[in-house]
């Protein structure tokens, strides 16, 4: 499993998920806490903001390990924004490594991570364009379709989790969605975590020890906006 995190609320810089948190996703690249499956996240890692001017989600992704990049640091303290997204990878086996495997996907106008693994055969009938053979950016492809066609964020999530799980039923499907005021996300068969204060944390772990951590059901779709959170069973 991968781990990801996201933020919704007060602008703040990128650096907020990933180095400043004591188990921001900078010490989940290498030492995650509740990791089930595999034990670094060595495989690429991104991150994702919304930017108020271009009016669109900005990406920076990388094959190489989180704690590698020496431009990191700079950038992510620079890229500030009410909404914000990063994921670093353990690839799952058979799976290629390359930067259009790596999340946070993107349809142009919200940005998409996945910790998990399906077959890929279980959503291809519902798959769009995925931008790679990453079964992360099948499912991501999948979420982007419903959302062209219309479906709200929460419906266009619930179908696509509903439609993988009944093809392959041992699939792990754990999503997370950020757009410029909306954060949604699947906890399905993998940990998920929220925290609220000022604004909205979800990460697959706690990024740090303060009280305040609640895990999200298994099975369930959060929805958050800036006014609060709505969990609500998926079945
Ligand atoms: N299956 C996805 C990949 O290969 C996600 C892996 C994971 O959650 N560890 O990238």
Do not use: K
Not at 20 to 38: I, K, N, T, V
Not at 162 to 171: L, M, T
Not at 210 to 231: C, E, F, H
Request: proline residues 7%; hydrophobic residues 45%; glycine residues 8%.
């Amino acid at each position: 499993m991968c781990r990801h995190a996201a933020w919704l609320g007060p602008v703040r810089p990128v650096s907020w998920l990933v180095s400043e948190p004591e188990h921001g996703l900078l010490r989940q690249s290498y030492a995650p806490r509740m990791q089930r499956h595999g034990t670094v996240n060595a495989d690429g890692f991104g991150v994702g903001w919304y930017d108020e001017t271009l009016g669109r989600p900005v990406r920076y992704r990388r094959t190489v390990p989180l704690w590698t990049d020496a431009n990191l640091p700079g950038l992510a303290a620079a890229a500030r924004s009410a909404c914000l997204m990063a994921a670093v990878r353990s690839a799952t086996v058979g799976m290629p490594i390359e930067e259009t495997a790596t999340a946070p996907f993107t349809d142009g106008s919200r940005l998409l991570s996945h910790n998990g693994r399906v077959r890929r055969g279980a959503v291809r009938a519902i798959a769009g364009e995925p931008e790679s053979l990453c079964d992360s950016a099948w499912l991501a492809s999948a979420v982007f379709a419903r959302l062209g066609a219309g479906a709200s964020l929460g419906d266009a999530l619930t179908a696509v989790v509903r439609h993988a799980a009944v093809e392959d039923p041992p699939a792990r499907l754990n999503l997370l969605v950020v757009g410029a005021a909306e954060l949604a996300a699947v906890a399905w068969g993998d940990t998920l975590f929220t925290h609220l204060d000022e604004g909205v944390l979800v990460a697959s772990e706690p990024l740090d020890d303060r009280p305040g951590w609640r895990a999200v059901p298994d099975r369930t779709l959060l929805l958050a906006s800036p006014d609060g959170v709505l969990v609500t069973p998926i079945d």
